[in-house]
């Protein structure tokens, strides 16, 4: 029966959650200890929102900038609702993720034309929005509106596996299911937000991933895996597939102080972004790698090259893609008849594009 029970919605917290005051621990500590962030000096819900989706897989201190930047740019939904989304990418460039900034404007036109510009408040009617997941909705309805819900992210579900030593898969959607119906358990009234945060703050700042900082935590009382000694074997996670490698021979051409670049589709990996013409080749000799290179600028873009030399090599990880590029001078011949998505631009107005991180180490190879 015990394993039959172990199934079942919802999970049930220890008595010790509820009779120690473990909501009221964690909230103390965060009165006392939360880090001073731009997105918490009101609780706007589009400021919250942003600063979720800016956050997702990105570090606070990349992310501060960027927010306070798009802030200015976009102010409120109807303003990110009607830029341009070239624009958008634009304030977006360096963060990656590319499809964040598209799936977040996609969602204020939808907030825009369903909801006249007012995130909504209804998990039902959230939940709709693109790009908006079972954290980013938890996360906005508690902060911005202290509706309970549980916001669970990796540092929640960390937190959490250590507090009760669970050894369930942090990798698996059943596993954050069942964390999110023991947060909810401990939700306190009028605070869901500060709590969400503070469960975050805690996992960010003390119950850290490899070196748990347990003697100053403000809930080590509650901590069975503390208790155990095991808080560095957890949590347990099932390891994700290596990126798989992509050689790619880039072309940077130059025709009286300008270079060639080209758009990407509409649709897929860095979708309508700008970059340096590339092709993906797995040819070992250098000679046979060139061949391919010029034969393909002048399949792609009717041009004709010189390949001059070497310029380096660029490496970039993706969360599923490994680009090992070598980027070689090129000195145009002939060719003007370029296809709509390519153009040559003068070097000094390359910043007006929008480029992935991987060819701006492109553009500093060129510095």
Not at 1 to 6: F, P, S
Not at 268 to 274: E, I, N, T, V
Not at 304 to 328: A, D, I, K, R, Y
Request: charged share 25%; with cysteine.
């Amino acid at each position: 029966m015990a394993g039959k029970k172990t199934k079942e919605l919802p999970y049930t917290l220890p008595e010790q959650f509820h009779v120690f005051g473990f909501s009221s621990d964690l909230l103390a500590w965060y009165d006392s200890q939360k880090r001073d962030l731009p997105w918490r000096i009101n609780r706007d819900p589009y400021r919250v929102w942003v600063s979720e989706i800016m956050l997702q897989q990105t570090r606070v201190e990349t992310v501060k900038p960027y927010y306070a930047n798009f802030m200015e740019k976009f102010p409120n939904v109807g303003a990110l609702a009607e830029a341009p989304e070239e624009e958008v990418l634009k304030a977006w460039e360096g963060l990656g993720y590319y499809s964040r900034a598209r799936n977040l404007q996609a969602a204020a036109r939808e907030v825009q034309a369903m909801y006249g510009g007012v995130v909504p408040d209804r998990p039902e009617e959230i939940a709709t929005l693109k790009g908006v997941g079972p954290y980013t909705a938890g996360a906005i309805l508690s902060i911005a509106y202290e509706k309970a819900e549980p916001a669970v992210d990796g540092n929640v579900m960390r937190v959490f596996s250590r507090l009760l030593y669970l050894t369930d898969d942090i990798a698996k959607p059943a596993t954050r299911i069942k964390i999110e119906h023991l947060v909810r358990q401990v939700i306190p009234q009028g605070r869901a937000g500060d709590f969400n945060q503070a469960l975050m703050e805690l996992g960010a700042m003390v119950c850290l991933p490899r070196t748990p900082q347990c003697l100053t935590c403000p809930v080590f009382d509650y901590c069975m895996a503390r208790q155990e000694g095991v808080q560095e074997d957890l949590p347990v996670k099932g390891k994700a597939k290596p990126p798989r490698p992509v050689h790619l021979q880039v072309g940077v051409i130059m025709r009286d102080g300008q270079v060639l670049i080209n758009k990407r589709p509409e649709k897929g990996l860095l979708a309508g972004m700008w970059e340096f013409p590339m092709v993906e080749t797995d040819v070992l000799r250098e000679s046979a790698k060139l061949d391919v290179l010029c034969d393909t600028l002048r399949e792609r873009f009717d041009v004709e090259v010189e390949v001059l030399g070497p310029l380096g090599e660029v490496s970039h990880t993706f969360s599923h893609l490994q680009w090992n590029m070598q980027v070689w001078s090129c000195s145009w011949i002939e060719g003007d008849d370029l296809p709509p998505n390519a153009r040559f631009v003068a070097t000094d107005e390359l910043d007006t594009y929008t480029f992935p991180m991987a060819h701006h180490k492109i553009r500093d190879l060129m510095r």
